[in-house]
């Protein structure tokens, strides 16, 4: 009789904790780093001379750009190449983007003919379209290596790396900046090579491991035998709620620490502990959205983050106290990987495992989209009324719309069976 897989932590086996790491890894390189530390490196672009703040916004919203193009290409690659290739060349390439930020002058003297601004937006691009394609294509990697009993916790687990990339870009950013901008880029560097280490280990042991385990060890769910009408709309709903999501998490994720040190004059000190503060309701999101998942079911969870987010961007439209900016911070930073989490459940939720990936990849590339478009929109709205307060409530607008989005679409799970018989 074959020897029974040793138990872990929450009843993960050895080969399920390795695909947890992985899918922790893929988030905290995707978004937590290339994505999240940029948030707090923008107003020392500024500051610094590099760019000036309408480049600095612009160079914000190549990355959101780059997300909607990464997210939009992922299923494609996928159909002729590996997702192990896949993943290993995403990693490598947004080291590569922070190597190559790292110097002011850059590319000269080397290249002449692309200035330093497109050099540093090209950049940026790279790392949002090979960010979004690890967070597409890497979620369902990780639910094929785990049983089916725990998919639910450890589809939310792997959220977690976009809190903890916050939190470590929060932290170590403040501590290097005062040194040069230069070293801070070369620190991410080197902790993104770190990071991309670990990545190829884990690859390395999954690749064997699923060649020794037996394919019933891992066999998906059966999926959800129901072609209605109402199944299709109701994921419109959850698809265009997520949308209006990525439209009004943009202020947060793009301007606010600019807003706190350029706008309300806060030191670096008090700026980056807001950061944190954002970091680590990150940390704390998919483990509050499993819970009440658990507790309320999907659709629910849903909505009481859509209500408790909206009131959290809006709360600098009401005081500039520091408590009220700290929970703006820790909630708005909460409900970005919590949403992400939720929503990715509802869709498995309706549509079945077998095609929760490609109906992901679909929520993800409207995400996408959405949000570079509010990238650009915000950035021009600003450089035109220099007014964050106009961007808070634009974002609080969203995240209200898209709840009603949810309400509109109901509860219901799946729509009824017709049988011949009937």
Request: proline content about 5%; hydrophobic content about 55%; glycine content about 8%.
């Amino acid at each position: 009789m074959p020897t029974p897989p040793q138990k872990h932590l929450f009843g993960f086996t050895t080969t399920e904790v390795q695909a947890l790491l992985l899918g922790l890894i893929a988030t905290l390189a995707g978004i937590g780093l290339a994505r999240f530390s940029f948030t707090p490196l923008l107003p020392q672009l500024i500051l610094a001379g590099w760019f000036s703040s309408e480049q600095a916004f612009l160079l914000g919203a190549a990355n959101l750009a780059g997300y909607f193009a990464g997210a939009v290409l992922s299923l494609f690659f996928a159909r002729y190449f590996s997702i192990i290739s896949l993943l290993k060349t995403c990693l490598l390439l947004i080291l590569l983007s922070f190597i190559c930020s790292s110097q002011a002058q850059w590319p000269a003297p080397w290249i002449t003919w692309i200035s330093s601004y497109h050099w540093f937006a090209g950049w940026r691009f790279i790392a949002g379209v090979t960010g979004a394609m690890l967070v597409v294509l890497t979620p369902g990697y990780v639910l094929s290596q785990l049983r089916i009993e725990q998919r639910a916790l450890g589809g939310s687990l792997v959220f977690t790396g976009i809190g903890i990339g916050a939190l470590l870009s929060a932290t170590l950013i403040p501590a290097l900046i005062e040194a040069s901008l230069s070293l801070t880029w070369q620190a991410l560097s080197g902790l993104q090579a770190l990071i991309t280490l670990a990545a190829f280990w884990l690859l390395f042991h999954l690749r064997r491991a699923s060649e020794s385990v037996s394919a019933p060890t891992r066999t998906a769910a059966p999926t959800p035998v129901s072609s209605a009408p109402a199944i299709t709309a109701m994921v419109v709903f959850v698809i265009l709620a997520y949308s209006f999501n990525a439209l009004g998490y943009v202020p947060h994720t793009v301007f606010w620490m600019d807003y706190l040190v350029r706008d309300l004059q806060l030191s670096t000190k008090a700026s980056s502990l807001q950061w944190i503060l954002f970091g680590c309701g990150a940390v704390c999101g998919p483990f509050v959205a499993g819970l009440l998942a658990r507790q309320l079911g999907f659709h629910p969870a849903l909505i009481w983050g859509f209500a408790l987010k909206g009131g959290a961007i809006a709360l600098p439209l009401l005081s500039s106290h520091p408590l009220s900016l700290s929970l703006s911070s820790f909630v708005v930073g909460l409900w970005v990987p919590g949403l992400v989490a939720l929503t990715s459940g509802r869709v498995a939720e309706l549509v079945g495992s077998q095609q929760h990936r490609q109906f992901w990849s679909y929520a993800t590339a409207a995400f996408a989209l959405a949000q570079a478009l509010s990238g650009y929109l915000l950035s021009g709205l600003y450089r035109i009324t220099q007014d964050y307060h106009l961007l808070f409530m634009f974002g609080a607008g969203c995240l209200l719309f898209g709840l009603l989005l949810l309400i509109a679409a109901g509860r219901r799970t799946r729509a009824p069976v017709t049988h011949p018989s009937d």
